[in-house]
């Protein structure tokens, strides 16, 4: 699209969200459309309605083009499922906290989402509904480190500000103007053992040629011992990829709901969240790169360093690119919220003649 049907297109943007048919807005901005009388390449950005987002972040990304759209809904006390929301797809409570903003970039409302991650919940979200996600300690460090908590589970940390889309390359622009510098690799393209791999599979580490390096963890055990194990194998790779799913599919993956007993103890721990859950605990930049299967996805962690933050970005680019032509043949036909059952009485009637 571009030009006069780029423009048309995000003015059903601002009319969906403004009906809200999934109560995943809380305030838009429909003069966001006069962005494109200025700029060609606006794009519409929806930010989780929390205080702990820097307002000089959004600013950086509108010099990227981006407008600010929406504010989003958010989870009540930051927990990990939203009771408040449903999921569009499964109809069960939406994956949270940054559940509003995942919902409003699936649903074509928004081109790019900002949300904030403590423990999976922008990875998180933004798996549950195939989306790519990404966080990184490296947004807007100084800010987020006032609003350091502890987690359900005693554990101290600051969030990170995460972006989600609904494709690789949106992800890049959002996460460029973020940083402020390039993230694509400007070199050529070299052999696959430039970027030293490390692959989760059936409770093995393996390096790049598939030899066994180590044994992984429970991806559903204790956050600290994921910490721990991240700690110990980032720094000896330029990427770690696991594959994680279905996203509060199978299971509930909250806290709040598990710590009662074992029968909800095990309902979350089917929730499908591995490594996601501890990214930005371990000081980790993440990136979830969707798969076919609902709620499914690779997970790349590296430590929080330029050079390995563009590797993974790399090694993203190599993976099949998700594409599901039914979902968005559905879900980004915005004219199906703006269609009327009911013909005007005067309408009927001239109709009728």
Known sequence: MAGNEEMIYHA??????LKNPYGSVEKVFPLAIDLFSEKKDAR???VKNVPAVPADFISRLGKAGYVLHTLDRASYGGRAVDIGLKNP????PMTGSSSGTAMNVFLHFNDLGVGTDGGGSVLAPAMSLNLYGLISPLLCPGQMKKYEKR???????APSLGLMARSLSELQNGLEAGLDWPVRHMEEVGEEEAIRILRLDGGKVLD?????????????GSRKELIDFLQEYLPECDCLISREGPVDVNGMGDTVFGHFDENTAYCQRKSGKGLIRVANMAGATALCVPEKALGCGQVLLCQSVPEKIKKILRAAEALEPWKDDLVTWYFG????????GVLEPQEQKRRMQ
Request: charged share 20%; aromatic share 8%.
């Open 44 to 46: 519409y950005l929806g």
């Open 151 to 157: 987690s359900t589970d005693g554990i101290s940390f």
């Open 12 to 17: 059903k943007m601002t009319m969906a969200a």
């Open 208 to 220: 790049g040629k598939g030899k066994m390096v180590g044994e992984a963890p429970d991806l559903s």
């Open 89 to 92: 797809v499964t109809g069960r």
């Open 333 to 340: 036909n915005l004219d199906q919220y703006l269609q009327g």
